[in-house]
């Protein structure tokens, strides 16, 4: 058999040693499994008492994480990554000198991954409305040698200035929603926190590149509060959508087209397509979808 014209094999990555950090550059990589496998090699969780644990994430950061957070901390503990289409796309998307917010930090998974790419000469600002996470967040950002270049705001980002009511579910405090007086829970899973606006939070970036946006119900009041932001800079955005946690979906749609004419949504590959009113208001489809806002991007 004459094998002269055969295509020549794949050339395949080379592996990782032991022990070795996985790089920025495999991160952005186009192999999803390759990148899970690296960060779940190079897990370790040391506890260290008092319901907390030190664990290795994404094969680069330390984060302090909390054993009682089953819907996060759990899965990170033995993973080592979270959603990792959001995570590499964060990763191809974000480059050095870059300013950005990441909104709903929760124990800063998404924080230390922007504070890495953005570099010493970036800036980023990390919202978190739940206390004790919020200590958290402060220490793993502290631990990693982000803390010059990070802003933590212990507070909800809303449409203005005010008070609410943080609602923390037992062991899902990823999923903590700003609630009025009538809302579930009982009064001790309540915390009063400090409401502002992003554009308050921003106003003393000299420019704003990227958001991530991932409040639990809370997008529509922080997008209202984001216009001076969004007229001035048109930064792009990951934003969390779902018509049945807003209060007028097609309203908030109407005000995000205004601004963005082409709305996409990011997939499990990592990649965007455009989408259509229509398919986000679905009444059939209650799964929450990311929104990729890009000013430059064409209708």
């Not at 089953?70 to 959001?86: K, N, P, T």
């Not at 982000?146 to 943080?166: M, N």
């Amino acid at each position: 058999m004459n094998n002269a014209h055969m295509p020549a094999p794949p050339l395949l990555p080379p592996p990782i040693a032991p022990g070795s950090i996985l790089s920025l550059d495999e991160l952005r990589g186009p192999d999803r499994y390759r990148t899970e496998c690296i960060s779940r090699a190079a897990t370790q969780a040391l506890y260290l008492g008092d319901h907390t644990v030190l664990s290795r994430i994404l094969g680069r950061y330390k984060a302090y994480l909390d054993t009682r957070d089953r819907g996060f901390a759990a899965h990170v503990m033995l993973d080592g990554y979270w959603e990792i289409w959001l995570t590499q796309f964060i990763a191809r998307l974000i480059a050095p000198g870059m300013h950005v917010a990441d909104v709903g930090a929760n124990f800063g998974y998404y924080s230390l991954l922007m504070a890495d790419l953005i570099g010493p000469s970036g800036r980023l600002l990390a919202v978190e409305p739940n206390p004790p996470v919020v200590e958290m967040l402060q220490r793993t950002l502290d631990l990693n040698g982000f803390t010059s270049r990070t802003t933590v705001v212990a507070a909800a980002a809303g449409s203005g200035e005010g008070e609410g009511r943080l609602l923390v579910p037992p062991g899902e405090p990823k999923n903590a929603t700003l609630v009025g007086g009538g809302a579930g829970g009982d009064e001790a899973s309540r915390v009063s926190v400090p409401i502002h606006s992003l554009d308050a939070l921003l106003a003393d970036f000299p420019r704003v590149d990227f958001l991530k946006i991932d409040a639990e119900g809370a997008e529509e009041d922080i997008v209202l509060g984001l216009s001076e932001t969004i007229s001035r800079w048109r930064p792009r955005i990951i934003l969390e959508f779902n018509p049945g946690r807003c209060r007028h979906p097609g309203e908030l749609l109407a005000l995000l087209r205004a601004s963005y004419p082409a709305l996409q949504c990011l997939g499990f590959d990592a990649l965007v397509t455009p989408v259509s009113d229509a398919d986000l208001l679905d009444p059939t489809n209650h799964e929450d979808r990311l929104l990729y806002l890009d000013g430059a991007a064409s209708v």
